[in-house]
């Protein structure tokens, strides 16, 4: 919150008109005159900027009064567990880019979207409570060379962020209330700069949440896709020359035992 421009601008033409009558009828006015009517001026221009300070911040934080006053209902202490899920399969398929693309196409049917895509790797987000669905569905399109699923459970940094956020609101409303009760500029202005402070700490605070909200609301998975390559034939072995040589004699050797 700053006192807006066209205000100080008022203030301040208030201020300057006031010296340019004093001025002007110096010939009549005392040394006395000429102070308290600047002193006067002086304590008018403080008082009309204290009022729009105070105009400001009642426009500006009645969203952030109402906030604070209903604490209770903002940050709710939650009862599940909150888990970070993150899947990774990794299969063979008969054509890598057809597959990606049969694979692309499920992210929607599963509640999520397609975060990242390329001819051998794709990374869906689909809904945390749909994961075994959507990996069953993926599977089917090849043959499994690997698969694991990973949990991250992330509740207790939830509760702490939102244990931070109901001090940092309460400390807030405390602040708007002194600021309601500043008797000069100054101290209006000291109450302005803490309450800069704590809405960063708060929107800080409340972007975390957030963020782990949806880590938790949509699971990961990350395919990983290669070609199945079919097996050779095996050919068949011929003997050179020596195998040849060898063989006959085996053979004649095995003959005359036999006859024998």
């Known amino acids: 919150m700053r006192i807006s421009g066209t205000y100080l601008t008022l203030v301040l033409s208030l201020f300057f008109m006031g010296i340019s009558a ?36 009642s426009e500006s934080g009645n969203a952030r009064m109402r906030e ?5 209902n ?7 567990r909150l888990i970070i899920y993150n899947a990774n399969v990794r299969m063979g398929v008969d054509l890598p880019d057809s597959a990606s693309v ?3 196409a499920l992210a929607q049917e599963f ?8 001819n051998t790797t794709i990374t869906l987000r689909v809904q945390a409570d749909l994961l075994h669905d959507a990996l069953e569905k993926i599977t089917a399109f090849g043959i499994i ?9 992330v509740t207790d940094q939830y509760s702490d962020l939102g244990i931070r956020l109901e001090n ?28 800069e402070r704590l809405n960063g700490v708060i929107d800080q605070l ?5 963020r782990l909200e949806n880590l938790t609301a949509l699971a990961t998975i990350q395919v990983s896709l290669y070609k199945i390559t079919e097996p050779e034939p095996e050919r068949e072995l011929r003997p050179g020359i020596l195998g040849y040589v060898g063989l006959g004699i085996y053979r004649g050797v095995r003959w005359l035992f036999v006859r024998g």
Do not use: F, W
């Open 68 to 72: 604070s006053a209903n604490i209770s």
């Open 102 to 104: 049969k694979i692309a």
């Open 168 to 195: 940092a609101l309460r400390s807030r409303a405390r602040y708007l209330e002194l600021l309601d009760r500043a008797e000069n500029v100054s101290e209006a202005l000291q109450v302005e700069r803490e309450l």
């Open 206 to 210: 409340k972007g975390q949440m957030n």
């Open 22 to 57: 004093i001025g002007c009828s110096g010939s009549k006015s005392s040394s006395a005159q000429y102070d308290a009517q600047m002193h006067a001026n002086s304590i008018r221009a403080e008082q009309m900027m204290l009022a729009e300070s105070r105009r400001m911040a």
């Open 145 to 153: 060379d690997q698969k694991n699923i990973r949990g991250q459970d």
């Open 74 to 80: 903002t940050v709710q202490p939650t009862s599940e």
């Open 111 to 118: 509640g999520g979207y397609v975060q990242e895509s390329g």
